[in-house]
T-cell receptor
Framework: EAEVAQSPRYKITEKSQAVAFWCDPISGHATLYWYRQILGQGPELLVQFQDESVVDDSQLPKDRSSAERLKGVDSTLKIQPAELGDSAMYLC???????????FGEGSWLTVV | GIQVEQSPPDLILQEGANSTLRCNFSDSVNNLQWFHQNPWGQLINLFYIPSGTKQNGRLSATTVATERYSLLYISSSQTTDSGVYFCAVEEISGGYNKLIFGAGTRLAVHP
């Protein structure tokens, strides 16, 4: 069964350092999502791609974060400088098109110390 | 934006018991999905259910879109059902469907 791949699974970084997460969606899925989930809360959408274009990044702290999806396939989410409040799980998900069933990867746990 | 409220926030069951989880949403939505997050953090899609009723094994879900709620039924619960159940609704934002999650119901099933 096709899966959404993410790496790294776990990351510990010091405050003010740079961190990057990678996601490979299910083959053929046009829509890719990055969510952030703080412990005890539901996932919050950070950025949504339709193919290579960003269609929603309203919750992405753009002064410190960026996301790209070159060629409309895999995607990278970068945070620099990392802050203590960035400690969370970062989830990547994909769907065939916007509005279809959404499939999540295993997530990347970030701890900022 | 749309508000999504789930109840109860926490639920403890004895193995074999049945339960009902509720999701209320504040506005009309295009769709609704239920997810289970296991203790390792993996989110699994359970149902894609804009309206009506669906069943998958011991789980079933009903969405009444006109009354803005959805219910997830778990029958004969097992310890492997433990985890967090999320309801997520879709709203149109900028021409695209945006998934908004509730805060979840944390379920613990004891043997």
């Amino acid at each position: 069964e096709a899966e959404v791949a993410q790496s790294p699974r776990y990351k510990i970084t010091e405050k003010s350092q740079a961190v990057a997460f990678w996601c490979d969606p299910i083959s053929g899925h046009a829509t890719l999502y990055w969510y952030r989930q703080i412990l005890g809360q539901g996932p919050e959408l950070l950025v949504q791609f339709q193919d290579e274009s960003v269609v929603d990044d309203s919750q992405l702290p753009k002064d410190r974060s960026s996301a790209e999806r070159l060629k409309g396939v895999d995607s990278t989410l970068k945070i620099q400088p990392a802050e203590l409040g960035d400690s969370a799980m970062y989830l990547c998900a994909s769907s065939l098109v916007s509005g279809n069933t959404i499939y999540f990867g295993e997530g990347s746990w970030l701890t900022v110390v | 934006g749309i508000q999504v409220e789930q109840s109860p926030p926490d639920l403890i069951l004895q193995e074999g018991a049945n339960s009902t989880l509720r999701c209320n949403f504040s506005d009309s939505v295009n769709n609704l999905q239920w997810f289970h997050q296991n203790p390792w953090g993996q989110l699994i899609n359970l149902f894609y259910i804009p309206s009506g009723t669906k069943q998958n094994g011991r789980l079933s879900a009903t969405t009444v879109a006109t009354e803005r709620y959805s219910l997830l039924y778990i029958s004969s619960s097992q310890t492997t059902d433990s985890g967090v159940y999320f309801c997520a609704v879709e709203e149109i934002s900028g021409g695209y469907n945006k998934l908004i999650f509730g805060a979840g119901t944390r379920l613990a099933v004891h043997p």
